[in-house]
């Protein structure tokens, strides 16, 4: 229990900072007030820090499918959460600031505080909250665990897309985004249980043997199958993939624009945290070729990811609103990382060494290249805004708002040309060199299909990426077309430093690529379970050694060698009712 303890740190740093905020945004001073966004920026600080066993501390391990993936991946949401949080600024209690108007634009006098009427405190705190979920998910060893985790990450996305706006659009697109959220927690939920009917635990190492156990006397039972299915197709919503996906351009259209960034990040990665662990409890020992996933789940999969991709990308050509387009490329992006899962960590149910080979390496790191590149493109949506006659604000939201824009806010224009170009992954920026990797992992694991519907739906992205590319680039803004408004840029700086430093971390990091980043994906990848040789015909396998951690004198695990008669010390190895060919031993 202590060592569990241990290992949970960076999400006592979180939950910490959460009730100060709880605390410091109730406060009648707006200076005391200011104090929650630097708060929090410390406390993602601090368990980034933590996460990686700063201070001494442990190193954040767990036993499970992939224990590294506890580490790197809550280092990933701090790094990221503190990007995301310079967005926050501006989104609730504008009213109450005092701030600057926009350039030609008299200050605003702020109305009198009320506490009753803030949502200061409770916004950053569920800001907390989410990215605590998240972080949970990441060290997960348990489906009890990763549900609880799931939903912490889930519930306070819902409230912070109802109180990002004072728009009906809002409210709209929160209580939409909620009953589709209990739909898809309802469906995972039932294949959590389902999964424990059919193997008799929820934690993921025991559910693993119980699996190498049911295969070894002949098949993966249906109920736990099923679950598993179910599983995966719940958590569709999560990660806003087909058939889960519908909802995803109304609420990011309806939330405000840094609300928007937070849902592109934190619930797609938590479903795939979870996606990723519940593969991985499987294996990719399966198949004709001993190196898929069981056949339920490689086909769902397979045709998740070709309906994903594909929708996503058709749509977002038709559309002209800036936040419908990322949604729609959000779930397109949703669609090219199932690639990765679906390849597995290559070498047949162990895990090849190398990014190019290591398909859950490639999708761990193509979640951080997508979060730093999508955060650039919604910080220029969240810094302009279209002032109206009547002295009040909207964000803008159509492609044509961009134009002109490097050459009147060059900062803001070359962050949108620079974030568009790296999602539609034009080498040599981060985009190309995260999506690389989900190809060669691909070709490397025989999906030669996928991986040309994968080329073409990139090719695809290409039309409306580059829309977003020319359109500051390009372009130039006639004022007599500022039909509505006319344009500005926000008081709220941060959200301008927030897409800047996106922009340099897409140039920085494609740079940077033989470095810590790369050596910390292939070690995500690498499985916490023996290799597993469940499904593999007896003649694909080697028959130099038999992995026996079961096979013991005194305790101690030793690899034993056949004898010419393919017995071990006397004991012939023997299927239980199959074929000769079809014999099964595994490493547990």
């Known amino acids: ?41 410390l406390a993602l600080l601090i368990a980034t820090f933590l996460s990686l066993g700063g201070l001494g501390g442990v190193d954040i391990t767990v036993t499970g499918p992939l224990p590294v993936l506890a580490s790197y991946g809550k280092a990933m949401v701090g790094v990221i959460g503190v990007i995301l949080l310079l967005l926050i600024p501006g989104v609730v209690d504008r009213e109450f600031d005092a701030a600057p ?13 009320e506490a009753i009427r803030s949502n200061t405190a409770e916004f950053h705190a569920f800001f907390l909250f989410s990215l605590m979920g998240l972080m949970l998910c990441a060290g997960a060893d348990d489906l009890i665990w990763l549900f609880l985790a799931l939903e912490l990450t889930s519930l306070p996305t819902y409230v912070m897309v109802t109180i990002s706006t004072a728009r009906n659009r809002s409210l709209e697109a929160g209580v939409k985004y909620f009953f589709l959220g209990a739909l898809g927690a309802a469906i995972f939920l039932y294949g959590f249980a389902l999964i424990y009917g059919g193997t008799g635990s929820t934690n993921l190492e025991a559910v693993h043997a119980s699996i190498v156990a049911q295969a070894d006397a002949g098949g993966i039972n249906s109920i736990t199958m099923a679950g598993f299915v179910m599983a995966i197709i719940g958590l569709c919503f999560k990660i806003a993939a087909v058939p889960m996906h519908f909802y995803t351009p109304d609420v990011y259209q309806g939330a405000a624009a840094p609300v928007a960034a937070f849902l592109a990040f934190v619930p797609k990665s938590a479903g795939f945290f979870a996606i990723m662990l519940l593969t991985a409890t499987l294996g990719w020992s399966f198949g004709a070729s001993g190196t898929e996933l069981p056949g339920p789940v490689h086909s769902a999969l397979y045709i998740i990811a070709v309906l994903t991709m594909t929708v996503g990308n058709v749509l977002a050509i038709l559309q002209n609103s800036i936040k419908r387009i990322l949604a729609y490329s959000s779930i397109a992006h949703s669609g090219y990382m199932l690639v990765g899962i679906i390849a597995g960590p290559g070498g047949g149910g162990g895990a090849d060494s190398t990014l190019s080979r290591n398909g859950l390496s490639a999708v761990w790191f193509y979640l951080v290249c997508y979060g730093v590149m999508n955060v650039g493109a919604f910080a220029v949506v969240a810094s302009l805004e279209r002032r109206r006659a009547d002295g009040t604000h909207d964000e803008i939201d159509s492609v044509a708002d961009l134009r002109g824009l490097c050459a009147s806010r060059p900062l803001l224009g070359w962050t949108m040309v620079i974030s568009a170009a790296g999602l539609l992954g034009l080498p040599p920026l981060l985009g190309f060199f995260g999506k690389l990797p989900l190809f060669t992992s691909g070709v490397g694991a025989g999906h030669y299909l996928l991986v040309i519907i994968l080329g073409i739906n990139s090719a695809i992205a290409a039309y409306y990426y580059l829309r977003l590319a020319a359109a500051p680039l390009l372009e130039s803004r006639d004022p007599a077309e500022s039909v509505g408004g006319e344009i500005v840029e926000s008081p709220y700086r941060l959200r301008t430093a927030a897409g800047l430093i996106s922009a340099v971390g897409v140039v920085a990091l494609a740079l940077g690529l033989g470095g810590p980043l790369g050596s910390a994906a292939t070690s995500v990848g690498q499985s916490g379970f023996a290799p597993s040789y469940v499904g593999r015909r007896a003649a694909d396998r080697s028959p130099a050694v038999i992995p026996a951690a079961a096979h013991t004198v005194d305790d101690e695990p030793r690899d034993v060698e056949p004898a010419a008669d393919g017995s071990v010390d006397g004991a012939t190895i023997e299927s239980d009712g199959g074929p000769p060919d079809a014999r099964f031993d595994h490493a547990r």
């Open 1 to 41: 229990m202590i060592e569990k303890l241990q290992t949970l740190w960076p999400e006592i740093t979180l939950f910490i900072a959460a009730c100060a905020v709880m605390i410091v945004g109730l406060s009648g001073t707006r200076s005391i007030r200011a104090l929650c966004t630097p708060i929090c920026g």
């Open 101 to 113: 108007g926009g350039p030609g634009e008299a200050p605003q006098p702020p109305r009198a505080f």
